[in-house]
């Protein structure tokens, strides 16, 4: 892990904590901001009961089995990526520390632990107009009928590949991005955002 | 634009998945391949079926949980007859 003097979040050059002072958040409709330097381990296996059971032991959530949804307990949140493909994200959680804790409990198990935490960061969108702007460049229908809280998805928006986690119902959306991709999904909010009472969050 | 539904994620849109090839082409045993003549080997590399109808392809869900499955997919009218998992049998299909 890279040390916490030494960390810059992707989208620092834009200046997002000076910008979300000046923001009028309170009469805004739409809310964006970056939530950066989230622990974000990737484990791979069977999704069995032993494998179950060692997520629970480390996390406290319930592995979910169901395609595109999460569980979430205490500091930690499991969003489904694959049948046999996971993330633990946790905001406040040493990523080294999860990451061993995760291969300690699978140990003896066909099974694997990375820490991708560095290769994203997280794009938080919420207010009324949030399915309004998602809508414009993400194919997926977000309506509270079919896409609510407890369900993520891995897609396409504009032209980058996110997974999106819905966090509540207000709404309030995790957009996981590449950080590479992240300067042009910032962009893109900055241009959509502009045909709505949009104000930058600090985080 | 395809609506594609994959066994795992539900319908999604056609940009979110990629074409691999066509599916249920069976590699030769170890003990076929000690038999087998050049021109055998030919048509298991490169002879492909590219029929007008339904084909039964394989497809994969690359921008979504990154698994591979199988299409039927009707190359006139890109109808997709039926979608199932790796590993399941060719689906027998009434002839359009």
Redesign the interface.
Known sequence: MANAYARRSALQHFGLTAAAAKGDVAGADLLIGEAAHRTIVNIRGDGGDAFKAAVRSVTGAELPVT??TTAAAGDFRILW???T?WWVVSANVDSAKLADDLRQAFNGQHAAVIDVSESRTVINVSGPSARDVLARGC??DLHPRVFGPGQC????LTKA?ILLDQVSDNPSYDIYILKSFADYLWQWFWLVGRDFKFAIRAH | MLLISCP???P??E??FAYGHEAHIARPTLEQQQTMSDAEWADYLFMRKNPKGVHFERWVHS?????WFNVARHTVTHEIVKVYKMGEPAPKLEQK
């Open positions: 395609p595109n990526l694959g049948p493909e194919s997926l998805a891995q897609t396409g590949n | 795992y994620c539900g999604r849109d940009h979110e921008r979504g949980c990154r698994q």
